[in-house]
């Protein structure tokens, strides 16, 4: 277990290589690193440099995602090394549009000194499966007894058209942090010396802690990130702290080996005995069958001192790792630092595809409490030439989940089960874990043999649950949608769509979404259109396309995107709206995103006064309640006219009759960082779902800060909690956009303020309905153009028009439009603007 005290270098020694690819002259990232130009290691082979056609809201660092150096053919990189030291090799993707090459066309293979890294590696297809917009894979490179790292980057010859690209590499010299020994589950007592293997990080956790940045890591560059995703079952134990009292001691251990902060946190299962004994401490990880993983698990016993204390046994994938851990006898006493090392072999049968971890109370040892803890985790796949694996893929899982969901609907009398609490940043990270659990079994596409487990967790960025497509032909789908649907919005044919996309051309595509790309279109007397394509790997499916088409075919109301009709041919799946020339609400709240500028606090006023009109509409003008379930910027587009409209309705719901139940029992779907945590606790959908998603925009508005951050302090992950807390201890205006500082009559920001926490109380029944928020955001924008005037802003009369069975008129009109190819358009439109979910390119 000791380790070799080689001097620690980080990625600031002179003997790191920290590149940007395609960055001339360099840069730093949000978090200080310089990254130096890739440029000369390059040797041989075609390559380009381009920048990303758009940064995703999350990508919070432009440097080194922004840009890429794409490979056309083979070419390598050829860095200077110590023949005798390990080295991390980091590399970086952001799969984006880089000039004319197109992410969906990239499969490549990457080899270091004739170890397979990667091979037929999609990006665009891993952070799709995964929910990123962005991946970094990180190796162990075991000593090459070789002065120079040949890395290869090659397209794949079994797609045509086909590139590599890279955003970033980092090769750091490590101490030998593995070995020389680990013990071998379920092959007695063997061990296996693993200071020659080479590694990849799977997952790497601060188990019962938050996010530890790269800059934060004991001079190693690690990312931490959070345990809870990855948690199995309801019972999560419970967190704990160090008291400040308490010193945290390495002893003889490399302070490097993991930072202060993973021992200094834990997850335990509690302090009650009886429960404990009743349940395991479980995590559960997707990983790549038919391959070797060390298991690497820190200790640091903080609260007790004495041996036979806590006594628990360790299993992993059901196998008996360790028994009678006692971390006091391992460690030597309070607030000492250890950790073990196992190897599993994971099969490569139909249930070979996760890898469990679980811990139980071992009671033949009567120790005198019945608990067991952990402080942090890591995983390693292992092999000495190869460490790629498959893309991941949407599982079987997935479609369980979505059958589940309508056996639930149909016969109201099961109930789908939810583990753990909600609210906040808590009911963000459990719904995750919940998406994570639909991925723990993917197969994989024929002809997809690529890499790879992401050791990143799903929630780097918000995302919409969603239900797989599968795409079926016009008589399986169109029959399903309503006589009445069908009538008031026009069926348009294949050949129709694909002259006005000039056969879905990539010069046309104005953005990609959950559901798809997005493309331009015009009909034949001149009206723009937006033209959604079904992406049969997205998540958004039939049934996604059909409430799509059965709700707006009954709505028309100013503040609502219209839908003017829809395709569904020869396994395509088509929509046809309105085009809104000025793209989403939030590209505009984001810097850079835009060159109309930085929206002032009038502007955004009247869009969120828009967006409340169009929802007040929803839940109480038309016949039916209508809960949208899936509020947010992305959501709420703007027209030419900077008139805010309601977008996206394929999670939304016909809702209760009032009188009644009061509620929609459902499955929970939406995207993190908006849901509603009642929602999620008790999986009854109200109006006032809504009202709490709409709360979380007028915060973001407000903030121009994304909803959830994981890479800040635990209590600002959140915005929701954050700008609560805030708001309750009087500092809003600190954390408010700065672009707006100075600029907001303090009258009208505390009548914004007041109404967006009220959206945001913890019950629904506490919470203001869409007309009580609409008056009071009106009031706000009354205050601001009046400098604070206290007379009351007056309501507009209703603009509410529900679309009857007899509207022919309006039939007629729909159904007499078709459309036009993209070159009988205005010259003069803006080419960047689009339609509706593209600011991610992976979906919702």
Not at 49 to 62: A, M, N, T
Not at 501 to 515: L, M
Not at 732 to 758: M, Q, R, V, W, Y
Request: with cysteine; aromatic share 10%.
């Amino acid at each position: 277990m000791l380790l070799n005290a080689h001097h620690v270098l980080s990625d600031n020694s002179s003997d790191s290589l920290v590149l940007g690819c395609g960055l001339e002259n360099g840069g730093k990232d949000v978090d200080g690193r310089q990254w130096n130009s890739d440029s000369k290691y390059l040797k041989g082979g075609n390559t380009v440099v381009s920048k990303s056609s758009y940064q995703d809201p999350s990508l919070l660092s432009e440097v080194p995602y922004m840009t890429a150096r794409v490979f056309t053919s083979e070419a390598s990189y050829v860095f200077p090394v110590q023949p005798d030291k390990r080295y991390w090799l980091r590399l970086h993707f952001y799969p984006s549009v880089y000039g004319t090459f197109n992410p969906g066309n990239s499969y490549f293979e990457v080899t270091a000194n004739g170890v397979t890294l990667l091979s037929n590696f999609s990006a665009s297809i891993t952070c799709q499966a995964l929910s990123q917009a962005y991946i970094d894979r990180e190796y162990s490179l075991a000593p090459l007894q070789n002065d120079s790292l040949t890395l290869t980057f090659k397209p794949s010859d079994k797609h045509n058209g086909a590139f590599a690209f890279v955003n970033g590499i980092q090769l750091i010299p490590m101490p030998e942090v593995f070995g020389p020994s680990a013990t071998m589950v379920g092959i007695g007592e063997q061990t296996l010396d693993t200071t020659t293997t080479n590694f990849q990080t799977m997952f790497r956790l601060n188990v019962g802690g938050q996010y530890i940045a790269p800059n934060q890591d004991s001079d190693l560059s690690r990312t931490w990130y959070d345990d809870t995703p990855y948690l199995y079952g309801a019972a999560s134990g419970v967190t704990t702290a160090a008291w400040k009292n308490v010193t945290i001691n390495y002893g003889s251990l490399p302070k490097y080996i993991a930072p202060l902060d993973v021992y200094s946190t834990s997850r335990s299962m509690g302090t009650d005995n009886d429960v404990n004994m009743g349940y395991n401490l479980t995590w559960i990880f997707q990983v790549d069958p038919n391959s070797m993983y060390l298991v690497r698990l820190h200790f640091c016993d903080y609260v007790y001192t004495k041996v036979n204390q806590i006594v628990f046994n360790i299993f992993i994938n059901n196998q008996t790792a360790q028994n009678e851990a006692d971390v006091i006898g391992w460690s030597g006493g309070q607030g000492m630092t250890t950790y073990k090392d196992y190897v599993i072999y994971v099969g490569d049968g139909a249930e070979d595809e996760l890898l469990w971890l679980a811990l139980h109370p071992d009671p033949a040892t009567k120790p005198q409490y019945y608990d067991a803890f952990l402080n942090g985790m890591e995983i390693f796949k292992m092999n000495d030439t190869i460490l790629a694996g498959p893309n991941p893929q949407p599982s079987q899982m997935l479609v369980e989940h979505e059958q589940e969901e309508k056996s639930f609907e149909d016969k109201k009398t099961s109930q789908y089960v939810i583990g753990g609490a909600a609210g906040g940043a808590a009911g963000f990270a459990l719904v995750t874990a919940i998406c994570i659990a639909a991925y723990q079994r993917k197969k994989r596409v024929p002809g997809s043999d690529t890499h790879t487990t992401s050791w990143l967790p799903l929630y780097g960025n918000s995302h919409t649950t969603g239900t797989k497509s599968t795409i079926s032909g016009k008589s399986s789908t169109s029959s399903n949608i309503s006589a009445m649907a069908q009538g008031l919005c026009r069926y348009f044919s294949l050949p129709e769509i694909k002259h006005a996309t000039k056969n879905f051309d990539e010069s046309n595509v104005i953005g990609v979404g959950g559901f798809g790309k997005v493309y331009k279109g015009v009909t034949d007397n001149g009206f723009k259109v937006a033209i959604k394509r079904s992406n049969p790997q997205s998540e958004q499916g039939v049934n996604e396309f059909q409430t799509e088409i059965e709700m707006l075919s009954k709505l028309r109301h100013k503040h609502l995107v219209s839908l003017i009709g829809f395709c569904e041919e020869d396994d395509e799946m088509c929509l046809v709206y309105d085009y809104m020339a000025r793209g989403t609400f939030r590209e505009h709240l984001y810097k850079g995103n835009k060159p109309t500028g930085t929206l002032s606090w009038k502007q955004r006023l009247e869009i969120c006064i828009g967006a409340a009109r169009g929802l007040h509409y929803l839940h109480t003008g038309a016949k039916y309640t209508i809960i949208h379930r899936d509020v947010k910027t992305t959501n709420i587009l703007c027209d030419e006219k900077w008139v805010a409209k309601v977008s996206d309705f394929g999670l939304s719901k016909t809702g209760p009759n009032m009188n009644n139940a009061g509620h929609v029992s459902t499955v929970v779907k939406g995207s993190f960082g908006y849901l509603d945590p009642e929602y999620f606790r008790r999986q009854q959908l109200t109006e006032k779902s809504d009202v709490y998603s709409f709360g979380v925009v007028l915060f973001e508005a407000l903030c121009a800060r994304p909803v959830l951050n994981p890479n800040l302090p635990k209590e600002q992950v959140s915005l929701a909690d954050w700008a609560l807390l805030c708001k309750r201890k009087g500092t809003l205006e600190d954390i408010i956009d700065p672009n707006l500082k100075g600029k907001i009559n303090p009258e009208s920001l505390k009548k914004f303020a007041d109404a967006a926490e009220k959206c945001l109380s913890d019950h629904g029944l506490d919470r203001p309905s869409m007309n009580d928020i609409c008056w009071n955001l009106e009031f706000a924008l009354n205050l601001q153009e009046n400098n604070g005037a206290s007379r009351h802003a007056s309501r507009e009369e209703s603009e509410f028009e529900e679309i009857s069975l007899g509207d022919n008129e309006l039939s007629q009109h729909y159904k007499s439009l078709s459309v036009a190819n993209e070159q009988e358009m205005d010259n003069g439109e803006d080419s960047g603007a689009i339609f509706s979910q593209i600011v991610n390119p992976k979906g919702r």
